[in-house]
């Protein structure tokens, strides 16, 4: 059985990983997929990549494309969730 180590933070879209897991889906192909959260992000998941504490990321592709750029021989696989970031503004004020 081959080993993977994959991480991501802790968040809605990598829920699929968890449930495939928990169905067996990658034991069946043998595969010990091993799921590690990481609520600190992008540069934490830059730095267990490069120490090989994982061997995949769901990370943010701006992050990872810097790190890369300064060092990180870590390659980019695939685009895993294709809508952008969005923020939004609140306040507690009426204007």
């Not at 799921?35 to 830059?46: A, C, H, K, L």
């Amino acid at each position: 059985m081959t080993t993977i180590k994959i991480g991501g933070v802790p968040e809605h879209f990598n829920l699929p990983w968890h449930f495939a897991i928990e169905d067996g889906a990658f034991e069946k192909e043998g595969i010990d997929l091993q799921w590690q959260d990481v609520p600190e992000g992008t540069g934490r998941m830059s730095k267990l990549l490069r120490t090989q504490e994982l061997d995949v990321a769901c990370i943010l592709t701006d992050g990872i494309v810097k790190d890369i750029i300064a060092g990180n021989p870590t390659r980019i696989l695939q685009v895993y969730v294709a809508s952008p970031l969005l923020w939004g503004r609140s306040c507690t004020r009426n204007y």
